[in-house]
C-alpha cells in the first residue's frame, strides 16, 4: 500500500506562483511514476503532468510553459511548481502514483486563484 499526502496549495492571485508538494509513505520501493492531476468545479479529472516510460514528461496544453514538476525519488516525493497561474488553473489538485498496474491518489489539495 502506498499513501500519497498533497501540500501546498491555497489562494493566490492571477500572476503568481504556488508550488504543490505529494509525499509517499508506505511501500514506495515499487513505485514506478508520480504525477499530477486537476479537477475544476463541475469538470471531469484532467491531467496536468505525467511522466512517461521515456523519462520524458506530458503536460496538458493548458499548462505547457507555466507548470513544471520534479521528482526526488530519495524522499519519494512529486512537486508541482506552478507560475504564471490564472482563474482557469483554479482545481482540487492531485496527485498519484503507480506501483505494478496500480494507481494510488493522494486525497487532493484546494487551488484558487483570484483574478
Known amino acids: 500500500q502506498v499513501q500519497l499526502v498533497e501540500s501546498g496549495g491555497g489562494l493566490v492571485q492571477a500572476g503568481g506562483s504556488l508550488r504543490l508538494s505529494c509525499a509517499a509513505s508506505?511501500?514506495?520501493?515499487?513505485?514506478?511514476?508520480m504525477g499530477w492531476y486537476r479537477q475544476a468545479p463541475g469538470k471531469q479529472r484532467e491531467l496536468v503532468a505525467a511522466?512517461?516510460?521515456?523519462?520524458?514528461?506530458i503536460y496538458a496544453d493548458s499548462v505547457k510553459g507555466r507548470f513544471t514538476i520534479s521528482r526526488d525519488n530519495a524522499k519519494n516525493t512529486v512537486n508541482l511548481h506552478m507560475n504564471s497561474l490564472t482563474p482557469e488553473d483554479t482545481a482540487v489538485y492531485y496527485c498519484?502514483?503507480?506501483?505494478?498496474?496500480?494507481?494510488?491518489w493522494g486525497q487532493g489539495t484546494q487551488v484558487t486563484v483570484s483574478s
Open positions: 508506505g511501500t514506495t520501493l515499487m513505485i514506478n511514476a
Open positions: 511522466p512517461t516510460s521515456a523519462a520524458t514528461t
Open positions: 498519484y502514483a503507480t506501483d505494478r498496474g496500480i494507481v494510488y
